[in-house]
Structure formats: structure tokens, C-alpha cells
T-cell receptor, first 113, second 117 residues
Framework: AQSVTQLGSHVSVSEGALVLLRCNYS??????LFWYVQYPNQGLQLLLK??????LVKGINGFEAEFKKSETSFHLTKPSAHMSDAAEYFC???????????FGGGTRLMVKP | GAVVSQHPSRVICKSGTSVKIECRSL??????MFWYRQFPKQSLMLMAT?????????EQGVEKDKFLINHASLTLSTLTVTSAHPEDSSFYIC?????????????FGPGTRLTVL
């Protein structure tokens, strides 16, 4: 079985500062990894995904994440936070069978002016 | 592309009534759809996996007789909350995988807020 841990249920940054949201996973087989963003009372929007190939993945809205197998991590970063980035972020893992996603607990990103 | 819709977006009902939520893939065929529930300030919890033309697979602890799932076509799955009670109040989100896709990506609907009085 796979699992996902997001360190820090709340992260606060100033506008223009670096955003770093942490995600560690456990999986017995090579995983597919995803980051989703959720705005209040809305569904999830895919930010980026890692499947195979290049370990540094670029997504929408200036976000990127790096798959580090040795550290079982898939941390999400953005060089400069914008007020519109304030939202809930979920890391998820899939190992293929049935396409089932396992989500982390989520991290609420707050951006201060 | 890859748009998933849910209807209704918000529903308020009396305790004891049944509520049906629809999940549609608008521009692709989805052999598999997933139903999640999300309590306030919490993560998504998978309730069941719905495959077109077959019975849904429910996660442990989810009552299949209470949460009826039907996936009658490649573009529509429905979740019916039967005899709803206040503890069923939650945010229900569906997702679908593109039959032609290859990377397990799920496309999520906008969610349905259920409030049971």
C-alpha cells in the first residue's frame, strides 16, 4: 500500500517569497506523483505530475516539483509567491492498479501582502 | 479538454430524504470514475471506485447500501445518498480517468456541497 505525508498543514509566506510545500511518499513500486490545488468550495485542479522521465517537472502557474527517489520526496516549489496562490494544496500518489489516488493531508498556503 | 461536471453544486435536504449527485465527463469517455468525500479542512477520502457497466468497489467503512453508485454509461456516474442524516453533510467530489489516457491522471469535478438538516 502507498501513503503520502505532507509536512506542515499550514504554510505562510510573504508575497514574492519562495514557496516550498513538502511531500513524502511511500510506495513499493515506482509511483506516479501529483500535486493538486483546491480553492474554497471547488474541486481539484492539477498543478503538475510526475510519471516517468525527467525528475524536475514544471506545472502551471509557475510551480515545479522534483522527484527524488532516494529521498522519496516530491516537494512543490515556486520562486515567488503571489496572493492568488493562497489555497489548499494536495500531494497524491498512484501506483497504477485501478488508477487509485492516495492523497496527503493537504497544506494550506497563506500569502501575506 | 478533460472536463468533469457535477450536479448539483449545492443541495440542502431534510433528514431521511435521498439525494442524487451526478458526475459527467463532458469531452471524454471515462471507464472509471471515483467518488470522494471531504470534511471541512480535511483531505479527500476515497469512497468508491465506479467502473462502467459493473458494480462499484467500495472502500472499507463505506456503506454500499447507503451510498448507491451507478455508472451506466461512459460519461455518467451517479451517487445517491439514501436516507441522509446530518452526519452525511460533506463535500462530495467525483473524478474520472480518460479511457484513452496513459498516466493514471484523474480529472476532478467541482464538487457538491451536501447539507442535511
Amino acid at each position: 500500500a502507498q501513503s503520502v505525508t505532507q509536512l506542515g498543514s499550514h504554510v505562510s509566506v510573504s508575497e514574492g517569497a519562495l514557496v516550498l510545500l513538502r511531500c513524502n511518499y511511500s510506495s513499493s513500486v515506482p509511483p506516479y506523483l501529483f500535486w493538486y490545488v483546491q480553492y474554497p468550495n471547488q474541486g481539484l485542479q492539477l498543478l503538475l505530475k510526475y510519471t516517468t522521465g525527467a525528475t524536475l517537472v514544471k506545472g502551471i502557474n509557475g510551480f515545479e516539483a522534483e522527484f527524488k527517489k532516494s529521498e522519496t520526496s516530491f516537494h512543490l516549489t515556486k520562486p515567488s509567491a503571489h496572493m492568488s496562490d493562497a489555497a489548499e494544496y494536495f500531494c497524491a500518489v498512484s501506483v497504477g492498479a485501478g488508477n487509485m489516488l492516495t492523497f496527503g493531508g493537504g497544506t494550506r498556503l497563506m500569502v501575506k501582502p | 479538454g478533460a472536463v468533469v461536471s457535477q450536479h448539483p453544486s449545492r443541495v440542502i435536504c431534510k433528514s431521511g430524504t435521498s439525494v442524487k449527485i451526478e458526475c459527467r465527463s463532458l469531452d471524454f469517455q471515462a471507464t472509471t470514475m471515483f467518488w470522494y468525500r471531504q470534511f471541512p479542512k480535511q483531505s479527500l477520502m476515497l469512497m468508491a471506485t465506479s467502473n462502467e457497466g459493473s458494480k462499484a468497489t467500495y472502500e472499507q467503512g463505506v456503506e454500499k447500501d447507503k451510498f448507491l453508485i451507478n455508472h451506466a454509461s461512459l460519461t455518467l456516474s451517479t451517487l445517491t445518498v439514501t436516507s441522509a442524516h446530518p452526519e452525511d453533510s460533506s463535500f462530495y467530489i467525483c473524478s474520472a480517468t480518460d479511457s484513452g489516457g496513459s498516466y493514471n491522471e484523474q480529472f476532478f469535478g467541482p464538487g457538491t456541497r451536501l447539507t442535511v438538516l
